[in-house]
């Protein structure tokens, strides 16, 4: 097979483009799904199991994308485009990669994040880390600032089994800065539970300003990593849980403790700008003791629930949730696979 190269022109006057997509482990298929859902036909094909495959639609990249960006789907946490597919036979592929790079005038001196991935299996590279090494190594005519953060574009490049894909994009075209969407938070000294990473990464994929709220529920809050976010934010907050919260924060002076199930406690209208719930409940339960409590939600107040997806039809689940949520004046801005959500997805709704 001939390698192939298509240029950011040529893809412009062909209507087919090439992404790479990735999405949680095992939700891949779902992802897919919801690339059928919008463009209808389309080819694919696995690169890691459940997790990343090369699509080809029939649409041009740029329309494509502009599509994708401005209504993100739930499944498909990262895309990057391939505008570059040469047969992976180690050094070779790499020098014609540095020189593709080097002919793009907007590389120049610009703030470059070069993130490189790997199939398990890869002739290119041992590693991802070698492979981005080697890249490096022949991109130093860019003068380019090469950084991790903030990026004004994105090198990807994914080495297949026997292909090396490379793109470049800005980072929003991606739907994340972060390579592969796999977005890491340090593990901080004396945390309370990995869950606090969901509502972390909430914040950054949401755009959500959390020191705007002044008054939060938590239902289902034990062991506290949660509620342990939003008080760092400065919000005063009522953590409701059967189960024991963290002793560390069991004295704190903006926090209320009720030791008791959700389907007991009841409070004033309006006493809360902001509901999370990270309850691993069944999601139809999960939503009536929700639906109970929302009065106590000011309008314009944003709720937070995690979705536990229990093995059903996802899709179905999710449409089912967010049509009950919305007979309760909760209009959803965001349904979203966070990339630190296991079985389950998380809802952004404002209550109108
Ligand atoms: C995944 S944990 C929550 C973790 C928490 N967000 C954190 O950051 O530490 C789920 C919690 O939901 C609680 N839960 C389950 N059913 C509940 C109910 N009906 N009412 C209140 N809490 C409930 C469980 O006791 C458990 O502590």
């Given at each position: 097979m001939d390698d192939k190269i298509l240029t950011n022109d040529e893809q412009k006057h062909t209507t087919t483009s090439r992404f790479i997509c990735t999405a949680n482990h095992g939700f891949a298929p779902y992802a897919q799904e919801e690339l059928r859902r919008r463009f209808g036909k389309l080819k694919s094909s696995v690169l890691v199991s459940g997790e990343v495959f090369l699509v080809t639609l029939f649409e041009e990249a740029e329309q494509a994308v502009a599509n994708i960006v401005s209504n993100p789907p739930i499944f498909l946490r990262h895309i990057q485009p391939v505008q570059l597919e040469l047969r992976?036979?180690?050094?070779e592929a790499l020098e014609q990669t540095a020189q593709y790079l080097l002919r793009?005038?907007?590389?120049?001196?610009a703030s470059i994040s070069l993130q490189a991935r790997k199939a398990e299996r890869s002739v290119a590279a041992e590693s991802a880390g070698e492979l981005r090494e080697k890249l490096l190594q022949r991109l130093t005519g860019l003068n380019a600032d090469f950084v991790v953060r903030d990026p004004e574009w994105v090198i990807s490049v994914f080495a297949a089994e026997d292909m090396l894909y490379i793109g470049v994009s800005s980072p929003a075209e991606n739907l994340s800065d972060w390579s592969g969407g796999a977005i890491r938070f340090q593990r901080e000294e004396g945390q309370i539970s990995r869950a606090k990473f969901k509502l972390l990464e909430a914040e950054q994929s949401f755009g959500i300003?959390?020191?705007?709220?002044g008054s939060a529920l938590d239902v289902?809050?034990?062991?506290?990593g949660w509620t342990s976010f939003l008080l760092e934010r400065g919000l005063k907050v009522t953590a409701v849980d059967p189960a024991l919260m963290h002793e560390s924060l069991r004295n704190h002076p903006n926090l209320r403790i009720l030791?008791?199930?959700?389907?007991?406690v009841r409070f004033r209208e309006n006493e809360f700008d902001l509901l999370v719930c990270d309850m691993s409940w069944s999601p139809k339960q999960m939503v009536k003791l929700v639906k109970e409590l929302l009065p106590s939600l000011g309008t314009g107040g944003t709720a937070i629930v995690t979705v536990k997806l229990m093995h059903k039809k996802p899709m179905a689940l999710i449409g089912e949730v967010i049509a009950s949520f919305e007979e309760a004046q909760m209009q959803v801005q965001r349904a979203k696979q966070l990339f630190h959500n296991r079985d389950e997805i998380t809802l952004y709704m404002i209550k109108y």
């Open positions: 992976a036979d180690a050094d793009q005038d907007k590389l120049y001196e300003d959390f020191r705007s709220f289902g809050a034990a062991p506290g030791k008791k199930n959700a389907s007991e």
